[in-house]
Every structure is written in C-alpha cells, then in structure tokens.
C-alpha cells in the first residue's frame, strides 16, 4: 500500500469548512434582498420573499427602527435531497427610518413573493412653496454700502475722511 504526504490536504479541508460556513451566512444575508426608492410622496420598499409563508410576516415599527420578520420552513424529512440551496429559517431586516415619513399610515402587501411597504412622507416633510408678500406702496429697502479693503486703500486719505467731520 503506498501512502502519500500531503502537507494541505488537512489546510485545504478547513478552508473549504471556513469557505462553506461563510457562503452560508452571505446566503443568509441576501435571504432578503430589497429596493428601496421614492415616487411621489411616498417611498417604496420592495423585499423579496419567495415561499415565505404569509402568515408568518411580522413588520413593526419600535421607535425610528423598521423590522421586517419572516419565515421559510424547511421540507419535512421524508424527503431525499439532492440539493439543497434555497436558505431557511427565519429572516430578520431592520432599517432606521428618518424623521420625514407618517409612520401611522405605512401600507404593506405581499404578492407572488414580493413584500411591497408603502413609506408616506409627512405633510410636515413634504416639499412646498412658500409666498413672497411685497409693500403696496412701492418702497425700497435702503442701506449703505461698504467698499471691500483693498478698493479703500486706492482713495486718497482725505476722500475716506471727508464723510466723517
């Protein structure tokens, strides 16, 4: 029988655990991947969710923190798996929301795996024009000017006195 040394065979069997287990969490963290953008006086949210159960969707507000919960149940064993890549458990995304948006009135709706949040910016937050009023009887604001330094070192010393006695 004829054995053979190889010095990375044990390095490149904790690699590939070190590898593995990092995959995984970066599988867990794309488990919910979102768009996020404004249109109009409101913004959108967008998670994808694909074979989540409905019912275990929990969205709450605590504060300025927006947490989106949810649940993907994994096959009973009396199946044979030949791969299996899609993650499962439980997946949590919390976002700070700013100051700007009427938290009573967010609107959610799950479709065809897709988790939709409608964000209403408050009236206070929403932009708008303010009204310039003028005096009806045609005045004019007055004030002095002052000349810059170096424009005030070119007069004669007897012009930059003059107005002073």
Do not use: N
Request: aromatic letters at 4%; charged letters at 25%.
């Amino acid at each position: 029988m004829v054995t053979r040394f190889d010095p990375f065979r044990d390095f490149d069997a904790m690699a590939s655990r070190l590898l593995s287990q990092a995959t995984d969490l970066g599988q867990a963290m794309r488990a919910m991947p979102m768009d996020l953008f404004r249109s109009g006086d409101h913004y959108v949210l967008l998670c994808d969710l694909p074979g989540v159960d409905p019912g275990s969707i929990d969205i709450g507000v605590d504060g300025r923190v927006l947490t989106i919960r949810a649940e993907r149940t994994r096959r009973g064993d009396d199946v044979e798996w030949l791969t299996q890549e899609r993650p499962t458990g439980t997946f949590v995304r919390q976002l700070t929301l700013g100051s700007g948006l009427d938290l009573d009135r967010i609107e959610a709706r799950y479709d065809d795996g897709v988790l939709s949040l409608l964000l209403p910016v408050a009236e206070e937050a929403k932009p708008r024009r303010i009204q310039v009023s003028h005096a009806a009887g045609g005045q004019a604001i007055s004030g002095t000017t002052v000349q810059p330094r170096e424009a005030a070192a070119e007069v004669p010393a007897q012009q930059q006195t003059a107005g002073t006695s």
